[in-house]
Structures are given as C-alpha cells and as structure tokens.
C-alpha cells in the first residue's frame, strides 16, 4: 500500500541590506497661513535640491516630495475655549539611498533642522538581489521537505519517496493539507528598541515555505 506524506519545508538566507528608505516630513506651525507656507518652501527647496544633487552622485536611486499643503485649526485651551486659528503647512519626502554614508550625513544634517521629522529608515535589498535570493531560497524550501519526508518514510520502513504536489503554503488539494501561511517573505532584523533611528545597515532575511506531498511504496 502506498504511504502519502505530507510536510511542510522551509529555508531563510540572510543578506546585507542594499537600499535604505527613510521618510520625513516638515511640519511648521504659523499664526499666519501664507508664512506658514513661506516657511515651509524653505524647508522644501533646500532639501530637494540636495537630494537631485544625491541622485546625481548615484547615492539616492529614487526620491519623491509632496507639494507643500497647508491646513488650519483651532486648539484648545485650558478652560475649554477655543484659541485663534493656527496654520499648518506641511510636507513629506522619500528617498531611497545607496549609499549609506550620505545618508548618514543627510539624516545628521536635516534631523537638526527646525520643523523636520525623521519618520524612519526601512532597509532592503534591490529588486534584483531579492530575485536571486528568493531563488536560492525556494530550491532550500523543497529540499528540505524532501529530507522531512524521507525521513517520515524511513522511520516507518519505506523506501525512496516521490514527489507528488508541491505548492505554495496552503495550496495543497485533498486531505492532509497544511494550513494556510505565506509562501515567502522578507524582514530585516532589528534590535527591539521600537522606532528609534538606527543608521546600522539592518541584516535582511528571505524565508520560503513550501507545501509537498509525497508517495512511499
């Protein structure tokens, strides 16, 4: 009689990171809307003229700048009364840096900036690194499933198993298939200090889960 396994394998490759994307806003409070604004363009225009100046060098790859929007409200006050009308202008900026140090330069230069909001560093590797590593890592995957399930099969005294289904997580079809859980993802490892900034290059691990079932005589 046959024997049908199911498993479910899994393999990581860790890799340095390739890319860092930080975001950051310019938020600046003003009694009057148009120095709100004022104020805020001379946030903007310095800061994305040394971003085409990065690009240029090949230090940012990609960079983008909302246009300078401005809102007002009226807050609060401790008695419970509304005060005068405050103006907001704001704007946000992305960029994706390849070159760490010049980032670490623009982050020290701009976080001491009045008005401007460092909202953080995401690292990556480039789209094509991830092409290969996922690869790499999908071929892992199988071959670990193939070493679960032989292994299964020799504890009972089977021979040589055979593939059969082999899927992404969840995809299996008829009995004993594994529960649902994402074929691949990618994170970076942090320190679990929360948001804080941290210009140390993160370490970027790839993980693949695969489903297979398998045929034992």
């Given amino acids: 009689m046959t024997l049908d396994i199911t ?3 899994s393999a990581e490759q860790h890799h340095p990171a390739e890319r860092a994307t930080v975001s950051l806003a310019a938020a600046i409070e003003r009694s009057d809307k148009a120095q709100a604004f004022a104020d805020a363009l001379a946030i903007q ?8 100046e990065l690009a240029d060098l090949r230090a940012v ?15 609060w006050d401790g008695d419970g009364r509304r005060g005068p009308a405050v103006h907001v202008a704001r704007v946000r900026v992305r960029a994706e840096f390849t070159d760490f140090e010049r980032l670490s330069s623009f982050l020290d ?3 001491s900036v009045d008005g401007v909001e ?7 590797v480039s789209a094509k690194s991830r092409r290969v590593v996922e690869a790499e890592v999908r071929k892992a995957a199988v071959d670990d499933a193939v070493v679960k399930a032989q292994a299964y ?4 005294r089977r021979g040589k198993v055979v593939a059969v289904q082999l899927a992404d ?12 859980a994402p074929m691949a993802k990618a994170f970076a490892l942090s320190d679990g200090q929360g948001p804080e900034l941290d210009l140390t290059p993160a370490e970027i691990v790839v993980r693949v889960e695969v489903d297979a079932r398998f045929q034992a005589d």
């Avoid at 460092?118 to 990556?124: I, K």
């Avoid at 099969?153 to 009972?156: I, L, Q």
């Avoid at 997580?169 to 649902?180: Q, S």
């Fill in 118 to 124: 460092v909202g953080g560093v995401v690292w990556d």
């Fill in 169 to 180: 997580p969840g995809m299996l079809t008829g009995p004993g298939e594994a529960p649902a």
């Fill in 109 to 111: 230069h701009w976080s």
């Fill in 61 to 75: 790859e990609t960079w983008s700048s909302d246009q300078v929007r401005v809102f007002s409200h009226r807050p």
């Fill in 45 to 52: 225009d310095p800061l994305t003229g040394q971003l085409k």
């Fill in 153 to 156: 099969a020799t504890a009972v």
């Fill in 7 to 9: 498993v479910r394998g």
